[in-house]
């Protein structure tokens, strides 16, 4: 089982819908959770952290965050094309005497016109 | 304005060649990292360092080296370099404070004739 799981998809949305991306870990002892943004041939960028249960809102970014059930999640509102792209989910925790982000494989997302 | 920065963006050598990728930030981070990347594929971490003089390798095998001798300066050096070197490099930096959160700079995409 891989530490950080994400669906590789694609994932199609129309524009103006809501994307959803899901993500799992295994490591009960995370402690951070983060979403990245990475277009074809550039560099991921950061979208957003969680670290409580629950929801966090950055304009039309949702992350939720459930540690019982160890899942993370991105709710992107009204979807652009220009949200196409890879989301990377990383997960903050402890390997090798310190705090270690690991990456899962990430979901490409498609917006269509 | 505080920044990473990795040159050359990018580099097209010859087998044998000996190279090394720059990487800066000035954003006062502890902690940097290097990764590398296939197109398409997941990221993987190469060498990792939490302070100057602190050097680990990651959970990818690799033929280069790094060194930390300034905060700001995390260089990555292929003695000599082969075709299966070919692929995208990432250098990150994050603090040693809260969330631990990485920032990445803009890559150094290789290619080895």
């Known amino acids: 089982q891989k530490e950080v799981e994400q669906n590789s998809g694609p994932l199609s949305v129309p524009e103006g819908a809501i994307a959803s991306l899901n993500c799992t870990y295994s490591?009960?002892?995370?402690?951070?959770f983060f979403w990245y943004r990475q277009y074809s041939g550039k560099s991921p960028e950061l979208i957003m952290f969680i670290y409580s249960n629950g929801d966090k809102e950055d304009g039309r970014f949702t992350a939720q965050l459930n540690k019982a059930s160890q899942y993370v999640s991105l709710l992107i509102r009204d979807s652009q094309p220009s949200d196409s792209a890879t989301y990377l989910c990383?997960?903050?925790?402890?390997?090798?005497?310190?705090?270690?982000?690991?990456f899962g494989t990430g979901t490409q997302l498609k917006v269509e016109l | 304005e505080a920044d990473i920065y990795q040159t050359p963006r990018y580099l097209v050598i010859g087998t044998g060649k000996k190279i090394t990728l720059e990487c800066s930030q000035t954003?006062?981070?502890?902690?940097m990292y290097w990764y590398q990347q296939d197109p398409g594929m997941e990221l993987h971490l190469i060498h990792y360092?939490?302070?100057?003089?602190?050097?680990e390798k990651g959970d990818l095998s690799s033929e280069s080296t790094v060194s930390r001798i300034r905060t700001e300066h995390f260089p990555l050096t292929l003695e000599s370099a082969r075709p299966s070197h070919t692929s995208q490099y990432l250098c990150?930096?994050?603090?040693?404070?809260?969330?631990?959160?990485?920032?990445f700079g803009p890559g150094t995409r290789l290619t080895v004739l």
């Open positions: 990150a930096s994050s603090d040693d404070r809260g969330t631990d959160t990485q920032y």
């Open positions: 490591d009960r002892g995370s402690q951070s």
């Open positions: 990383a997960v903050n925790g402890w390997s090798g005497g310190g705090n270690k982000l690991t």
């Open positions: 360092s939490y302070g100057v003089n602190s050097t």
């Open positions: 954003m006062g981070h502890d902690k």
